[in-house]
């Protein structure tokens, strides 16, 4: 069964450290791979995704993931965090079927401190 | 509207109660989701519809929670009798695209944190 886990729960840096935050999916399929942001008091939204192609996938913020097949990983990335970037990230991969519903990680909080 | 909406933002029931969560989906968003997002865990799926169709229930947890959208658009999650363990925020999703299209976005409500007292 698709499955997603990520090992770090609450992160906390301060401003301009880099970040990374693992994800570990178990996929059967086709690899599609997602990370999303909630910032406090906002909904859920898309950070970026992975569909195929370039396995080092850029997305908003300055935020880049990158996908290596051969351990079943997709961590996020960025080189220099800002206090903005508080918030918790949710890594995700399709379910079973034909619908495209997502099975999420529980999520890292990251607290970045000014 | 611009984004996904949801109500109420916040409900209280006394355990026991039923209560409805109501889902505004982005105009002509074919395809719309429901998760339940436990205290410090990840959404997790709940039911799928397209259109009107409920193609997947297969997260509703017990026979006590109910979804419809009898007309393709706005959605009610319907949660019988409440239990604390019901205790969540619930999320709502929709996107664009029918179901097979696998790189596609879906697009979060801010959610409706219940608290059964």
């Known amino acids: 069964a698709q499955s997603v886990s990520q090992h770090n729960h609450h992160v906390i840096l301060s401003e301009a450290a880099s970040l990374e935050l693992g994800c570990n999916y178990s996929?059967?399929?086709?690899?599609?791979l997602f990370w999303y942001v909630q910032y406090p008091g906002q909904h859920l939204q898309l950070l970026l995704k992975y569909f195929s192609g370039d396995p080092l996938v850029k997305g908003i913020k300055g935020f880049e993931a990158e996908f290596i097949k051969s351990k079943f990983s997709f961590n996020l990335r960025k080189p220099s965090v800002q206090w903005s970037d508080t918030a918790e990230y949710f890594c995700?991969?399709?379910?079973?079927?034909?619908?495209?519903?997502?099975?999420f990680g529980t999520g890292t909080l990251l607290a970045v401190q000014p | 509207g611009a984004g996904v909406s949801q109500s109420p933002r916040y409900k209280v029931a006394k355990r026991g109660q039923d209560v409805a969560l109501r889902c505004d989906p982005i105009s002509g968003h074919v395809s719309l989701f429901w998760y339940q997002q436990a205290l410090g865990q990840g959404p997790e799926f709940l039911t799928y519809?397209?259109?009107?169709?409920?193609?997947?229930k297969s997260g509703l947890p017990s026979d006590r929670f109910f979804a419809e959208r009898p007309e393709g658009s706005v959605s009610t999650l319907k949660i019988q009798r409440t239990q604390q363990e019901d205790s969540a925020v619930y999320l709502c999703a929709s996107s664009l695209p029918r179901t097979g299209v696998r790189n596609t976005e879906a697009f979060f409500g801010q959610g409706t944190r219940l608290t059964v007292v």
């Open positions: 996929y059967g399929g086709t690899v599609n």
């Open positions: 519809f397209q259109n009107e169709a409920q193609l997947d």
């Open positions: 995700a991969v399709p379910g079973s079927g034909a619908t495209n519903k997502l099975i």
